[in-house]
Antibody, heavy 118, light 111 residues
Framework: EVQLVESGGGLVQPGGSLRLSCAAS????????MHWVRQAPGKGLVWVSR????????TYADSVRGRFTISRDNAENTLHLQMSSLRAEDTARYYC???????????WGQGTMVTVSS | QSALTQPASVSGSPGQSITISCTGT?????????VTWYQQHPGKAPKLMIY???KRPSGVSNRFSGSKSGNTASLTISGLQAEDEADYYC???????????FGGGTKVTAL
């Protein structure tokens, strides 16, 4: 079964850091682009970041560029999102998604909730 | 403010057909045949329903269909069922560096 399982969310103070992980199984991880998409409570989907198959190319939304870093460990079938200088507006459920290239997300995890609050 | 514009809500009676619109610009929806639609039930992860304007992934009911005219894409649900009640999001490829933009979402209700 193709599966993505996120972890690492939680409550963090403004200015703090958090590292999200996404464990992939059931497919050949290193042949797919991977993405992070977030959804603030009661709001819509917002694309956050993507990484290519070997990790050599990364792209970020303007709102997180310079604060978030996406990475992947193909040996461990794991995707990461290192988040720093967190702000209240980063509060959201963060979904890991498998990409059919750069623009279609065909498999999604259940998400992990990040709350930035003092 | 989302880059793509969707109606906040659409409703219909069971068995009817409904259409959700997704309006962008010539830089996204109108410029490429790369519109995608996702379904999201409350508390669940999004699910891919339509990609490349009108292609259905394996396992998605043929009651769901997509189309595009100019800068507006549409998702049609035929024979509306109670299980179709969910939020629906469109997205499009865009020529910007991020390459993907989403709509604000549409809540579908079966009356």
């Amino acid at each position: 079964e193709v599966q993505l399982v996120e972890s690492g969310g939680g409550l963090v103070q403004p200015g703090g850091s958090l590292r999200l992980s996404c464990a992939a199984s059931g497919f050949t991880f290193d042949t797919y682009w991977m993405h992070w998409v977030r959804q603030a409570p009661g709001k819509g989907l917002v694309w956050v970041s993507r990484i290519n198959t070997d990790g050599s190319s990364t792209t970020y939304a303007d709102s997180v560029r310079g604060r978030f870093t996406i990475s992947r460990d193909n040996a461990e079938n794991t995707l990461h999102l290192q988040m720093s200088s967190l702000r209240a507006e980063d509060t959201a459920r963060y979904y890991c998604a498998r990409g059919l290239g750069i623009r279609v997300f065909d498999v999604w995890g259940q998400g992990t909730m990040v709350t930035v609050s003092s | 403010q989302s880059a793509l514009t969707q109606p906040a809500s659409v409703s219909g009676s069971p068995g009817q057909s409904i259409t959700i619109s997704c309006t962008g610009t010539s830089s996204d929806v109108g410029g490429y045949n790369f519109v995608t639609w996702y379904q999201q039930h409350p508390g669940k992860a999004p699910k891919l329903m339509i990609y490349d304007v009108n292609k259905r992934p394996s396992g998605v009911s043929n009651r769901f269909s997509g189309s595009k005219s100019g800068n507006t894409a549409s998702l049609t649900i035929s024979g509306l069922q109670a299980e179709d009640e969910a939020d629906y999001y469109c997205s499009s490829y865009t020529g910007s560096s991020t390459h993907v933009v989403f709509g604000g979402g549409t809540k579908v209700t079966a009356l």
